[in-house]
Structures are given as C-alpha cells and as structure tokens.
C-alpha cells in the first residue's frame, strides 16, 4: 500500500475493527477480509487478535512485522502499521480496538469513524503495532 494512498473501511459489525483495518491495508473489501481470517462469511463474532490478523495478512500477499511491538506514542511508530488500542477509562483491560496509522499523513484511519483523523483525536491508550512491509531489524 502505498503511503497516502490508504482507502478508509468503516467496519460493519460492532466488533469487526480488525478485519477492516486488514481490508484497508490489503486493499480489499471488509467481507473478504473476514472470508480469509475466518472461513467463510461469519454475521457475528468478528472480535480478532494479532494471532487471527498475522496470517490473514499473509494470505492476502501483505508482510506484516515478525511480532507486534509495545507502544506508548504515535510518534514511535515510524512505519504504515495497524495500532492496537487498549481502553481509556475503567474498566481498562484486554479488549482491544484496531486501527491503522499511517505516519506519513499522520492520520489514524479508525474503521468505527466515517473518516481519518488526527491522532490527537484518538482517546483510547496505545498498546502495540504490527508494522504493514517494513524491514526486519528496523
């Protein structure tokens, strides 16, 4: 995907944020997304975690980071990647919220908005990033 060039996904279901940011950096649609992490064309349930994001990615010929790096700022994360966000207010725990960044518009592409914003526009806490075609080691 080149940078600038990122398509918005809006996600369909409630908790299908990550296959819509798999579609974004894939350039396909929501529904193939979900096809390809699980199976066949699921209606609910659509909650994923970088083990059901990794080898989607893969499949759909994107190469994503080894592992999903911890993070704390925007700024440190220096390559297209999709962003796991963690809560904000209590109870603050493991239910993630996926989205993609790309630091060269610097604009989050958040698929339960109508469009990219501004990463100062994001309320939930960073957790860690899967870097979308960057070298290993960098």
Partial sequence: MMAGAMRHVR??????????????????????????????????????????????????????????????????????????LGRS?????PKLHFVVYDPATNLVFDPSRKGPVAPDRIRRLLVSYLAIGAEEGQ
Avoid at 48 to 54: A, E, F, I, N, Q
Avoid at 89 to 93: C, Q, S, T
């Fill in 11 to 84: 996600q369909t279901y409630a908790s299908s944020c990550g296959p819509a940011c798999v579609a974004m950096v894939a350039d396909v649609s929501e529904k193939k997304a979900i096809r390809v992490i699980f199976g066949w064309n699921k209606k609910r349930g659509h909650s994923t975690d970088w083990p059901d994001l990794k080898p989607a990615l893969h499949l759909l010929g994107v190469a994503p980071s080894q592992k999903a790096k911890r993070v704390s700022t925007w700024t440190k994360i220096p390559w297209l990647a999709i962003v796991a």
């Fill in 89 to 93: 207010k209590p109870p603050i725990g």
